[in-house]
C-alpha cells in the first residue's frame, strides 16, 4: 500500500461518487491483501484466532477478547468482520465513544448497505446521552421504504431504539 493510494481516495462532496468511492476502497483492500503484513499470517491462522476471540467474548472475557481481534486488525485491518467484533466489544464494555469510529470503519469496508452498523451507532450515541445524534443515525434507516425483509430484525431493533429515546425526552 502506498501513500499516494490513499492520497487517491475521492473527497466526499455534493458530488460524491460512491461507486467511485467504492472502487478505491476495493482497491485499497486488493493492496494491503498483496502486502507482506498481510501474508504473515494466512486465513486459517485469522480464523483460529477470530474462534479463540469470539469463544472468550462469550465467556465474558472482554479484555482478552479485545486483545485478540486488535492482534488480528495488525494483519487485517480493512476486514468488516474483525472490525465489527471489536467494536462490539468496545460497546459491550461500555466504551462507547471507541466503539462508534470502529463501527464507522465497519460501514466503509463491509456491505455499505447493512444497516445493523449504523443502529450500533446509534445505541452507542444512546447510551453516551446524544438522543439527538442517535435519532439522526436512525432516521435514514426508518425511512428507507426499500429496506428488504432480510433486514426487518433491524428495522425492528431501529424502531424501539426510536422509541426509547422518545419517552426520554
Known sequence: MTLSSINSLPDITPDFDISAFIEAIRDLQKQFSDSDLAKKVNDNQVEIMYSIGHALFMQGKLEKALNVFQLILIYRPL?????EACATTFKKMGRFEEAI????SVMVFGDMNDPMPSV???????????NTDSEKM???????????????????RAENLLKMLKSVY
Do not use: K, M, Q, W
Not at 476486514?79 to 472490525?83: E, G, M, S
Not at 469510529?101 to 464507522?104: K, Q, S
Not at 450500533?120 to 446524544?130: D, K, S, T, Y
Open 101 to 104: 469510529p470502529v463501527y464507522g
Open 79 to 83: 476486514d468488516a468482520r474483525i472490525l
Open 120 to 130: 450500533h451507532i446509534a445505541e452507542c450515541l444512546a447510551a453516551l446521552g446524544r
Open 138 to 156: 436512525l432516521r435514514p434507516i426508518l425511512d428507507d421504504s426499500g429496506l428488504d425483509a432480510a433486514y426487518t430484525d433491524v428495522r425492528v
